[in-house]
Nanobody, 122 residues
Framework: QVQLVESGGGLVQPGGSLRLSCAASGSIFRISVVGWYRQAPGKQRELVATITTSSGNTHYADSVKGRFTISRDNAKNTVYLQMNSLKPEDTAVYYC???????????????WGQGTQVTVSS
């Protein structure tokens, strides 16, 4: 069974940094794209950043561009989100996302992690 597991969340001071990790495990044939979404209380889940596995092309939400960096280690099936210059408005549950094809299936599907809490506060 394919799983995405996030780690690295926590409490950080405004202006501080945090690095999130997401590891995919299970019987995976290929991963096309991975990324991060976040959801703050009372708000819709929003896209933060994505990266294409093959090309490394990235996309960032305007609100995080210049502060966050997404990267991946294909050999480890792991994606990272380096978050710098954190602001209180970055406080949210961050979810890992991937579109992938499991082994033994020709069907691509979306997978989500369980989420990790990021709190930016003094």
């Amino acid at each position: 069974q394919v799983q995405l597991v996030e780690s690295g969340g926590g409490l950080v001071q405004p202006g501080g940094s945090l690095r999130l990790s997401c590891a995919a495990s299970g019987s995976i044939f290929r991963i096309s794209v991975v990324g991060w979404y976040r959801q703050a209380p009372g708000k819709q889940r929003e896209l933060v950043a994505t990266i294409t596995t093959s090309s490394g092309n990235t996309h960032y939400a305007d609100s995080v561009k210049g502060r966050f960096t997404i990267s991946r280690d294909n050999a480890k099936n792991t994606v990272y989100l380096q978050m710098n210059s954190l602001k209180p408005e970055d406080t949210a549950v961050y979810y890992c996302y991937s579109n992938l094809r499991p082994r033994g299936s020709g069907d691509w599907a979306d997978y989500w992690g369980q989420g990790t809490q990021v709190t930016v506060s003094s």
